[in-house]
């Protein structure tokens, strides 16, 4: 990103909104990665948030919010991972905006779910209520379009997810500027290796969140 001359480079993210986002990136080891390589580092933990209502988001009845800091520069880089996850099915590009909403966004999101609690929900009932949640999180992408999405794929979840599963080593980089490229291609390791029925068994294009993504022109 450097070499291309820019002003200002900026490592922004939000973690689970239980969670202290820059204790994460410290855990982890983002803050010193960022800093290393001269960037900003900022969190939208207590960042202000901006209302958007784009007339294709028919599943976020009230709206939603995307972080101010959004609309303050000129291009953005989607650096999503490849992983199952527990409640979303699959975590890639698309899903990787869900850190630019704030936690009551989040809040409602999981509520279509029961809230993501696994007790609140019969697992064919969460299926079954999966489609509107799914669909929920290609129309974040409705908002923003990334200039690039890196999806790290060196190492992988084929089960569980988010936070712990069994992992494969694809020791692969997939890189877009087409986020149903980039996911597609996400699901398609994933298949590779073997991963859970729901994605396994089932065609990409059928995917609820690619489906909606080409729907509304993502």
Same mark, same amino acid.
């Given at each position: 990103? %450097?070499?291309?001359?820019?002003?200002?480079?900026? =490592? $922004?993210?939000?973690?689970?909104?239980? /969670? *202290?986002? @820059?204790?994460?990136?410290?855990?982890?080891g983002?803050?010193?990665?960022?800093?290393?390589?001269?960037?900003e580092?900022?969190?939208?933990?207590?960042?202000?948030?901006?209302?958007?209502?784009?007339?294709?988001?028919?599943n976020?009845?009230?709206?939603?919010?995307?972080a101010?800091?959004?609309?303050q520069v000129?291009?953005?880089?989607?650096?999503?991972?490849?992983?199952?996850?527990?409640?979303? %099915?699959?975590?890639?590009?698309?899903?990787?905006? =869900? $850190?630019?909403?704030?936690?009551?966004? /989040? *809040?409602? @999101?999981?509520?279509?779910?029961?809230g993501?609690?696994?007790?609140?929900?019969?697992?064919?009932?969460?299926?079954?209520?999966?489609?509107?949640?799914?669909?929920?999180?290609?129309?974040?992408?409705?908002?923003?379009?990334?200039?690039?999405?890196?999806?790290?794929?060196?190492?992988a979840?084929?089960?569980?997810?988010?936070?712990?599963?069994?992992?494969?080593?694809?020791?692969?980089?997939?890189?877009?500027?087409?986020?149903?490229?980039?996911?597609?291609? $996400?699901?398609?390791?994933?298949?590779?290796?073997?991963?859970?029925?729901?994605?396994?068994?089932?065609?990409?294009w059928?995917?609820?969140?690619?489906?909606?993504?080409?729907?509304?022109?993502l």
């Amino acid at each position: 990103v %450097w070499e291309r001359d820019p002003k200002r480079v900026i =490592v $922004g993210d939000r973690s689970n909104y239980r /969670r *202290n986002t @820059m204790e994460e990136m410290q855990r982890a080891g983002i803050d010193k990665a960022a800093l290393d390589a001269k960037a900003e580092l900022v969190t939208f933990d207590d960042m202000n948030w901006r209302f958007m209502n784009p007339l294709k988001s028919a599943n976020w009845e009230t709206g939603f919010h995307l972080a101010e800091i959004i609309f303050q520069v000129d291009h953005i880089i989607n650096v999503p991972v490849i992983k199952t996850h527990r409640l979303g %099915w699959f975590t890639m590009s698309m899903k990787n905006l =869900v $850190g630019i909403i704030p936690g009551k966004d /989040r *809040n409602f @999101m999981h509520s279509k779910l029961g809230g993501g609690r696994e007790s609140s929900k019969t697992p064919g009932q969460q299926a079954a209520d999966y489609p509107a949640f799914a669909k929920m999180i290609a129309e974040i992408g409705l908002t923003v379009t990334p200039a690039l999405n890196i999806m790290d794929g060196t190492k992988a979840f084929v089960s569980e997810g988010p936070s712990r599963g069994d992992i494969v080593e694809p020791k692969l980089i997939v890189a877009s500027r087409d986020r149903i490229a980039t996911d597609v291609t $996400g699901l398609g390791i994933l298949k590779h290796y073997g991963t859970e029925d729901r994605i396994q068994k089932v065609s990409v294009w059928k995917q609820p969140i690619i489906a909606r993504g080409i729907e509304i022109g993502l």
